[in-house]
């Protein structure tokens, strides 16, 4: 019998590490008592009592849930409608539709920061949280239709009609036939979009104002300017919600299964 190679038992471990091995040097810096990292100098809770005392960072931190949260609700609604358009009508016109959705997700973002931020000056629009929640609009809105078409592959519109037929309205179709079959494709895109402006940088930081800080800007001032431990402390806080949040979708995703 022939000997099965550990090959690919030793690349799966390698990546594994490759990719979690940072994080877990990070959690444990985030209790060294050194202030710049490194040599392990004792266990300390002071970088995480600095976290909840910086005031800044929580400004930061508000800024940013509230552009998040707000441009994942309004990529939902317009990447889904462009998702159904781009599915259900198969005319010309549709492929100049299907390239626009696209092209935000091939242009680099530097070039999409400054394409916006031209935009703003040029109509006189005042750098703020506005800006940025427009900015992430208009990138998280095509991953969300994306997703969603994915969906809409599968999907026997043929169904949809014969709702109608047994004498449901057009919204009453929708709500009960069209977005309970969307419902996995809609919260996947949107968990997706929620992610993609949580961290986003480079967009954002062309677009924010003085007084619209998010947290990734604010990040990497401390990163200059600041304690790089009480980032670490940051850090570990951000992937345990991370985890929470990815943990609750799956949860979401097996009841809606």
């Known amino acids: 019998m022939k000997k099965r190679s550990r090959f690919p038992f030793y690349v799966t471990v390698a990546i594994l590490v490759f990719f979690y091995l940072p994080i877990i040097i990070v959690f444990m810096q985030s209790f060294n008592a050194s202030r710049f990292g490194g040599a392990w100098k ?20 508000s800024n940013t849930f509230v552009i998040a949260f707000g441009s994942t609700f309004v990529s939902i609604i317009l990447g889904t409608m462009a998702a159904f358009a781009l599915y259900r ?12 959705i696209y092209l935000p997700l091939v242009i680099p973002d530097i070039l999409m920061g400054i394409s916006l931020l031209l935009f703003f000056v040029s109509l006189r629009i005042e750098l703020s949280l506005f800006t940025i929640l427009l900015s992430h609009i208009t ?36 709500k009960r036939v069209l977005v309970p079959y969307l419902g996995p494709g809609i919260a996947a895109g949107g968990l ?29 001032s401390m990163m200059r300017h600041g304690s790089p431990s009480v980032i670490n402390a940051l850090s570990v806080l ?10 609750i979708s799956k949860k979401l995703m097996e009841v809606k299964e």
């Open 192 to 220: 997706l979009a929620f992610t993609l402006s949580l961290d986003d940088f480079v967009i954002t930081f062309f677009v924010a104002g003085p007084d619209s800080t998010t947290l990734p800007l604010y990040i990497y």
């Open 238 to 247: 951000m992937v345990i919600f991370t985890f929470i949040v990815v943990f």
């Open 42 to 61: 004792g266990f300390t809770l002071l970088w995480y009592y600095r976290l909840f005392a910086d005031k800044n960072i929580w400004h930061a931190l």
């Open 89 to 100: 009508y198969k005319t010309k016109l549709q492929i100049t539709h299907n390239i626009l």
């Open 139 to 174: 990138f998280c809105m095509s991953y969300v239709a994306m997703v969603v078409l994915a969906r809409f592959q599968d999907f026997d519109y043929s169904t949809f009609e014969a709702a109608l037929d047994l004498g449901a309205t057009w919204w009453i179709a929708v």
